[in-house]
Protein backbone atom coordinates (compact mmCIF):
# COMPACT_ATOMS: atom_id res chain seq x y z
CA UNK A 1 0.00 0.00 0.00
CA UNK A 2 1.11 3.60 -0.66
CA UNK A 3 0.36 7.34 0.22
CA UNK A 4 -1.15 8.15 -3.17
CA UNK A 5 -3.73 5.06 -2.52
CA UNK A 6 -4.26 6.25 1.17
CA UNK A 7 -4.70 9.85 -0.11
CA UNK A 8 -7.09 9.18 -2.96
CA UNK A 9 -9.44 6.94 -0.47
CA UNK A 10 -9.54 9.76 2.16
CA UNK A 11 -10.78 12.19 -0.58
CA UNK A 12 -13.10 9.63 -2.13
CA UNK A 13 -14.38 10.11 1.67
CA UNK A 14 -14.48 13.58 2.06
CA UNK A 15 -11.38 14.04 3.96
CA UNK A 16 -9.27 17.21 3.34
CA UNK A 17 -4.90 16.23 2.11
CA UNK A 18 -3.04 18.61 4.49
CA UNK A 19 0.81 18.42 4.84
CA UNK A 20 0.04 17.26 8.45
CA UNK A 21 -1.96 14.23 7.38
CA UNK A 22 0.44 13.30 4.62
CA UNK A 23 3.32 13.29 6.63
CA UNK A 24 1.36 11.23 9.32
CA UNK A 25 0.77 8.52 6.54
CA UNK A 26 4.24 8.90 5.20
CA UNK A 27 5.39 7.81 9.09
CA UNK A 28 3.29 4.91 9.60
CA UNK A 29 3.87 3.60 6.24
CA UNK A 30 7.61 3.91 7.37
CA UNK A 31 7.26 2.68 10.62
CA UNK A 32 6.37 -0.81 10.36
CA UNK A 33 4.20 -1.79 13.98
CA UNK A 34 4.76 1.21 15.50
CA UNK A 35 2.52 2.02 18.47
CA UNK A 36 1.02 5.15 18.74
CA UNK A 37 3.45 7.34 20.39
CA UNK A 38 5.87 6.25 18.52
CA UNK A 39 3.91 7.45 15.46
CA UNK A 40 3.63 10.55 17.22
CA UNK A 41 7.16 10.91 18.27
CA UNK A 42 8.33 10.42 14.38
CA UNK A 43 6.07 13.17 13.50
CA UNK A 44 6.95 15.88 15.86
CA UNK A 45 10.52 15.34 14.88
CA UNK A 46 9.66 15.90 11.72
CA UNK A 47 7.24 18.65 12.40
CA UNK A 48 6.81 20.62 16.17
CA UNK A 49 3.29 21.56 14.98
CA UNK A 50 1.80 18.43 15.25
CA UNK A 51 -0.57 17.95 17.87
CA UNK A 52 -0.98 14.43 19.58
CA UNK A 53 -5.08 15.10 18.89
CA UNK A 54 -3.92 14.94 15.14
CA UNK A 55 -1.64 12.05 15.82
CA UNK A 56 -4.25 10.27 17.28
CA UNK A 57 -7.54 11.33 15.40
CA UNK A 58 -5.75 10.45 11.80
CA UNK A 59 -4.69 7.14 13.75
CA UNK A 60 -8.34 6.69 14.24
CA UNK A 61 -9.53 7.48 10.94
CA UNK A 62 -7.20 5.26 8.63
CA UNK A 63 -8.62 2.08 11.26
CA UNK A 64 -12.16 3.20 10.49
CA UNK A 65 -11.77 3.06 7.15
CA UNK A 66 -10.03 0.41 7.20
CA UNK A 67 -6.32 0.88 6.27
CA UNK A 68 -4.94 -0.18 8.83
CA UNK A 69 -5.25 -2.09 12.48
CA UNK A 70 -4.89 -1.80 16.24
CA UNK A 71 -3.51 -4.28 18.26
CA UNK A 72 -3.97 -4.45 21.74
CA UNK A 73 -0.77 -5.29 23.06
CA UNK A 74 -2.25 -6.06 26.56
CA UNK A 75 -4.51 -9.02 25.40
CA UNK A 76 -1.03 -10.47 23.39
CA UNK A 77 1.13 -10.59 26.78
CA UNK A 78 -1.94 -11.81 28.47
CA UNK A 79 -2.85 -14.44 25.63
CA UNK A 80 1.17 -15.56 25.85
CA UNK A 81 0.60 -16.19 29.72
CA UNK A 82 -1.91 -18.64 29.40
Known amino acids: MNSDYIISLLQENGFRITKQ ?6 TILCSDGASCKE ?3 NVVSQDKSV ?7 MIR ?5 GIIKRIDMIS ?3 DNVS
Open 21 to 26: RKLIIN
Open 39 to 41: IYQ
Open 51 to 57: GTATVYR
Open 61 to 65: LLEDI
Open 76 to 78: LVN
